[in-house]
């Protein structure tokens, strides 16, 4: 078999979906060598601040080949415009559909990805197109995609009944194949947080280190304000609170609106880096909004992984995206957007380490089930048995 992962993505990109693409790509690669079978990543050729060899850069093998297609790309200057996009998603697709009539790839490939507006129409040219989905689409691509694709993935279960309910899509081509972590890249991590920390330039133990992964944008559903804020409640404790992620312009507007020198901000860092951080930290806070959907039941947050396969108590929003992939008795849950309540769980990690290991000992051994070689395997017995 020959899978094609299309991707309308700049590759590498600072998003997390990036990461996502690129470890899928690597384990089902892995996984299809085994039988003989192989992969290849088909993406856009567009301009990139980030000159980073895409393996190098995201720390996965060189299993599968990365095929750049011509499109007309303005989304450097304008990517936030919607006909910008619009316009490059189009030439990105006739890119594809040329490609694919001129035989660049085998008649009876596997199309497989997560782009409505791309699988949506390779579905009226192709009969094997598996689509996978992290946003409830409700437009006329993602009902085509709901309607033809051989086979869904869905991220989260409020996705597969979005996809179901909403798109119409037939029950049994819906399935939910989370996201993953590479669980063992952890295994690899120093246990010393102090000669971690010095390594780091952070602040040594026994300081506490309340730690926030993911984009920095204020006033989102990804609760970093609420975050922020729980800090001045915290009242005499010894605790800092880093953020990592975030492009300058970011950092430089949360420094502003938030000039405690007890807040550190590690900015934009390689995926290895980020696992140290982690592993350097006291608690990892999730504070996700309540009252958006996305937040509510949509979202698969990658950071989440990352947080359980760390070993290091989680401090969690109590939301049903959250509590589907992390186990009741693995971390804290408080009240959504509520500083004190966040303040309040952050505390209580702190106040009882041994309860607190514990907590990071379960979430270790659940996320086990999430690594990218099970998500591969999932993914291709979608394929097999719906094709």
């Not at 750049?68 to 006739?94: G, H, Y």
Request: with cysteine; proline share 7%; net charge positive.
């Amino acid at each position: 078999m020959k899978l094609i992962y299309v991707a309308n993505s700049r590759i590498p990109t600072e998003k997390a979906h990036g990461v996502q693409i690129m470890n899928t790509c690597a384990a089902l690669s892995a996984a299809l060598a085994a039988q003989g079978d192989s992969l290849e990543l088909v993406i856009p050729a567009r301009a990139n601040s980030i000159s980073a060899d895409p393996f190098d850069y995201y720390g996965v093998p060189r299993l599968f080949r990365i095929r750049r297609l011509a499109t007309v790309d303005l989304m450097r200057w304008s990517d936030a415009v919607p006909p910008v996009f619009a316009l490059q998603t189009f030439t990105f697709l006739i890119s594809l559909l040329w490609k694919r009539m001129r035989g660049a790839w085998p008649r009876d490939a596997v199309w497989y990805g997560r782009d409505e507006l791309v699988m949506g129409p390779l579905a009226l040219f192709s009969r094997d197109v598996f689509w996978e989905t992290h946003l409830p689409a409700r437009n006329m691509f993602a009902r085509m995609a709901a309607r033809r694709a051989r086979g869904i993935v869905c991220v989260t279960e409020g996705l597969a009944e979005h996809c179901r309910s909403i798109l119409h899509a037939p029950a049994d081509k819906v399935s939910v194949i989370r996201n993953g972590v590479d669980a063992a890249a952890f295994d690899a991590m120093p246990s010393d947080k102090a000669s971690v920390r010095r390594e780091l330039g952070l602040p040594p133990v026994p300081a506490k280190l309340v730690t926030y992964s993911g984009s920095l944008a204020l006033y989102s559903w990804k609760g970093v304000d609420i975050f922020m804020d729980a800090l001045a409640r915290l009242g005499s404790l010894d605790v800092r609170f880093l953020l990592v992620g975030g492009s300058p312009k970011d950092v430089a507007a949360l420094t502003t609106r938030y000039p405690d020198p007890r807040f550190i901000f590690a900015g934009l860092v390689p995926s290895e880096k980020v696992r140290a951080y982690l592993t350097a930290s006291d608690i990892l806070v999730l504070p996700n909004k309540s009252g958006d959907p996305m937040s509510e039941k949509f979202t698969s947050p990658m950071k989440l992984f990352e947080y359980m396969a760390s070993g290091v108590p989680i401090v969690a929003s109590d939301l049903p995206s959250v509590r589907e992939i992390l186990p009741a008795d693995a971390g804290v849950f408080v009240h959504p957007n509520d500083p004190a309540a966040l303040a309040s769980g952050i505390g209580q990690a702190l106040a009882d380490p041994a309860a607190s290991a514990a907590r990071a000992g379960r979430a270790r051994r659940a996320v086990l089930a999430y690594t990218w070689t099970a998500r591969a395997q999932k993914i291709l017995g979608l394929i097999r048995t719906q094709r």
